[in-house]
């Protein structure tokens, strides 16, 4: 008998809040790109940005390395969550397809979910929709858990 999802225990092993993980990104590439996490879930993250001049191609349509900024800021940031103190997580590659264009002045939203959680590797999947829903880019990061 599965859990329901409501009451789903969380893999998370360290704590935070949403303000704490929008300050963390910063000045770095991911905060100066405006994005911001909107969600912790038992066993998600969800994070969101408006499409602007900073995130397309000449064709005024999201980059796709913008996306994979998105999807390996997700899953790192999820895999350092949910390991132990004293471990912290280093992405060794990650993969994206991109699947329908986003244009400019529209809002992605990303979700990222374990496939696997591993004491040596991780696997997350980041998906990222336009607002109508459709699927943007599908991408896989693998973490290695090293120790602090």
Not at 9 to 20: N, S, V
Not at 25 to 45: K, Q, S, V
Not at 86 to 111: L, S
Request: charged share 20%; hydrophobic share 40%.
């Amino acid at each position: 008998m599965s859990t329901p999802p409501d009451t789903a225990p969380a893999i998370w092993k360290k704590q935070t809040t949403l303000e704490e993980l929008t300050d963390r990104l910063g000045a770095g590439a991911p905060g100066h790109l405006g994005l911001r996490f909107t969600e912790i879930g038992p066993d998600y993250l969800r994070a969101a940005m408006v499409i602007d001049h900073r995130h397309v191609q000449p064709w005024r349509v999201l980059h796709g390395g913008i996306s994979v900024v998105v999807s390996e800021t997700l899953g790192s940031v999820a895999s350092f969550l949910a390991v132990p103190e004293g471990f912290h997580c280093v992405g060794i590659e990650i993969n994206a397809n991109h699947i329908a264009p986003v244009p400019e002045g529209q809002e992605i939203t990303a979700e990222c979910r374990p496939i696997h959680t591993g004491r040596s590797t991780q696997v997350w999947q980041t998906e990222i929709r336009r607002p109508d829903g459709r699927l943007a880019c599908i991408s896989r990061i693998t973490c290695a858990v090293v120790p602090d």
